[in-house]
């Protein structure tokens, strides 16, 4: 069984599933096989190295399928993005640099896998709907993967906070203009806080709701219980981190108050200073 098939750019802008969730898959398909095939494009994986890695470390022999055809983008975006616990800003991450390779291929002409298809997320906007993230979480993860596309994978794997990258593309600057950027920096997260709240708590539900209705088979129920307790402690981890950001942000709100005063004070002084003159 070959263990070192390579992965297409694209399945690489994914998080690799680690801890719990990757012994989960590999007990999975110990017991139960495989049950979804690994996609294969151009002898790559094009989605499936999570499930082909639970495949090597399970002894099962994987079962492989060439691409169907269509657009790469679409195809992987479809079948990976939602189904994973990924913050708004690793969603948003993975679109903005998926619609970059896009391009990139497209001016390379490559026209194998029907590249030239429509995306329909040329703007912003179109990518926000896509990624699910806010329109300014969106416009955000676009200007890492512009500035630096390996620090939006970063972002994508969960390595960096989106509101971490920005600042580590944006040059310093002096003063008040600081101050306000580290507090815009700080509405960023919490924006970006309270989308990754409201996305766990919809996975939690919808897992409840899959348990209580027995959608969900027997040997999966006690891996979906852990999987709610783990979501329930990440929304109060997280409950917990909106509070700080908040705090931060009004001792900023605080501070910036503070220095505006200061300023009127001094430009007074100076236009009486001038007057007397």
């Not at 390379?108 to 995306?119: E, I, V, W």
């Not at 981890?237 to 220095?259: F, I, Q």
Request: aromatic share 4%; charged share 30%; net charge negative.
């Amino acid at each position: 069984m070959t263990n070192n098939i390579e992965l297409h750019p694209l399945c690489t802008l994914f998080p690799r599933l680690s801890g719990n969730e990757f012994e989960s898959l590999c007990a999975d398909i110990r017991e139960n096989g495989l049950r979804s095939p690994i996609v294969m494009h151009d002898g790559m994986i094009l989605d499936g190295g999570n499930r082909y890695r639970a495949c090597i470390e399970a002894g099962v022999d994987p079962v492989f399928e060439k691409f169907n055809g269509g657009n790469l983008v679409s195809f992987v975006l479809s079948v990976n993005l939602h189904r994973r616990h990924m913050t708004p800003g690793q969603q948003a991450a993975i679109v903005a640099s998926a619609q970059d390779w896009s391009k990139a291929h497209e001016r390379g002409g490559d026209r194998k896998s029907d590249q030239s298809a429509t995306l329909h997320f040329d703007t912003s906007a179109d990518r926000a709907a896509q990624s699910g993230a806010s329109l300014r979480t969106q416009k955000n993860a676009d200007k890492v993967a512009k500035a630096d596309p390996e620090l939006a994978k970063q972002v994508a794997h969960g390595k960096i906070s989106l509101p971490k990258a920005i600042k580590s593309i944006t040059p310093k600057k002096p003063n008040t203009e600081e101050n306000n950027e580290e507090y815009d920096e700080k509405e960023q997260t919490i924006l970006e806080l309270k989308d990754t709240i409201v996305s766990l708590d919809e996975e939690n539900t919808r897992l409840k709701d899959a348990i209580a209705s027995g959608q969900l088979p027997e040997e999966e129920i006690q891996s979906a219980a852990q999987i709610i307790a783990e979501l329930r402690s990440q929304v109060r981890a997280l409950d917990a981190e909106l509070s700080a950001v908040k705090s931060s942000r009004d001792g900023l709100l605080v501070k910036v108050s503070e220095l505006e005063k200061q300023c009127k004070y001094y430009a007074s002084k100076l236009k009486k200073y001038g007057q007397a003159q």
